[in-house]
DNA sequence: TAGATTGTTAATCGATTAACAATC
DNA sequence: TAGATTGTTAATCGATTAACAATC
């Protein structure tokens, strides 16, 4: 989707980051954090974790640094994690069953409401107390709970279709385990999770590794 | 890892992806492109392309342009997708699985040759072929069989530990599905996949979503 | 040959890092 | 107050885009 905030994709995909090391701090009781020892930790400069910090406000004091507890609650907040989304999982295989049963997921505020599949054995089935509803429904489904993000976890030839039922129906978001892009309207919030594209990476620096030890070795 | 080559990460990171767009075109039976007609499907500039590409040497044709067989192999040449890996996957639940019964998995060369977990009910299983292992002998069996991956499918708490197992074994890359990062030897490949990263972007994304709509309808 | 399109250099843009005044 | 550390501006670095000569 456009995007008009002036907050760059950069800066988003470390909040995540921040999110998460705050938590490890918090859960071992530490109370208040520089931006030089975030830095350690994280592997992100001083100036940059500070930098990142300021595009949301002054979360920090001079001479003191950051208290951990209201800067994780800060950049929950930013995150948006303080909000509930309803979701539907399309694809009951294994991925599907994966992030159904995945209670971080649910932990996060994203409630999963039913998943979907063409596979008649399945139809109908709970999977961890949710129920498996015919594809075939998934837009009214949509429609008419009100759901706002979508997770598709079909094979590639599906993932299309589906998403379009899910834009129909008036989803907000997509998170795409299908290992092709779909093509929504714009206003849809889609993210695409591309493990063979994660795979080739590895296969591509395992590749380079063994060409710079080669290199190494003489 | 620490990294030698020139190449950047951004452009390694786009390789998978011209190569993905690549095997559709393949599928497609079109036998030339141009890096414009790359440009209109891929989304990125056609000088990108062309700048990308020309990192590995020149593989079009003035006034041709791309020849795609050709440079779909030459691309699956330099993501070593012609190298075949030894994988282990440690962690038998849903996502672990998931991997195993991928088949797309093994088609590129990453070939299983073990699970492995602590369950007990688990341990002599078969899935997907792949026999389930107990997790205390990951270590011997790395070393025994030339394991050259491993793959974490672990719950966060188990993860350093299966990780420094891998290493002592002896493999050359990780790839990480726990929520939380891994600390190995320097000449160890790691690549992260970590989903509540991308679930919590979503979230944000979603919520800058509602606050520009907001301010639209104003 | 003329047209098309690459390979490559130069210009621009954006992101990261450095520096330091403000201030707790 | 003195020391520490932020918030923020300026400098640097790297990645992307534009331009065009080379050439098929």
Redesign the interface.
């Given at each position: 989707?456009e995007?008009?905030?002036s907050?760059s994709m950069a800066v988003?995909?470390r909040?995540?980051?921040y999110?998460?090391y705050l938590s490890e701090l918090k859960k071992n009781d530490v109370k208040r954090v520089s931006s030089q020892e975030l830095s350690r930790i994280t592997g992100f400069t001083a100036s940059q974790i500070r930098q990142d910090l300021n595009c949301f406000g002054g979360f920090g004091q001079q001479g003191y640094g950051y208290n951990v507890d209201d800067l994780h609650q800060q950049i929950s907040k930013?995150?948006?994690?303080d909000?509930v989304?309803k979701t539907v999982i399309v694809g009951a295989?294994?991925?599907g069953?994966?992030i159904v049963?995945?209670t971080?997921?649910e932990k996060?505020?994203?409630v999963p409401q039913a998943i979907f599949d063409v596979n008649p054995r399945l139809i109908g089935l709970k999977i961890n107390d949710i129920k498996v509803h015919d594809v075939e429904n998934l837009e009214s489904f949509v429609k008419d709970n009100g759901i706002?993000?979508g997770i598709i976890c079909t094979p590639k030839s599906q993932c299309q279709k589906v998403a379009e039922a899910l834009a129909k129906g008036g989803v907000?978001?997509i998170?795409n385990f299908a290992?092709?892009d779909v093509s929504v309207p714009d206003?849809i919030?889609v993210?695409n999770?591309?493990?063979?594209?994660?795979?080739?990476?590895?296969?591509?620096?395992?590749?380079?590794?063994?060409e710079?030890?080669k290199t190494k070795k003489y």
């Open positions: 989707m995007r008009f905030s907050i988003v995909r909040l995540p980051k999110h998460r930013i995150l948006g994690l909000k989304y295989g294994n991925l069953q994966a049963n995945y971080f997921f996060s505020g994203f706002d993000i907000q978001g998170w290992p092709s206003d919030i993210e999770v591309h493990l063979s594209e994660s795979l080739f990476t590895i296969s591509y620096l395992l590749k380079e590794r063994e710079v030890l």
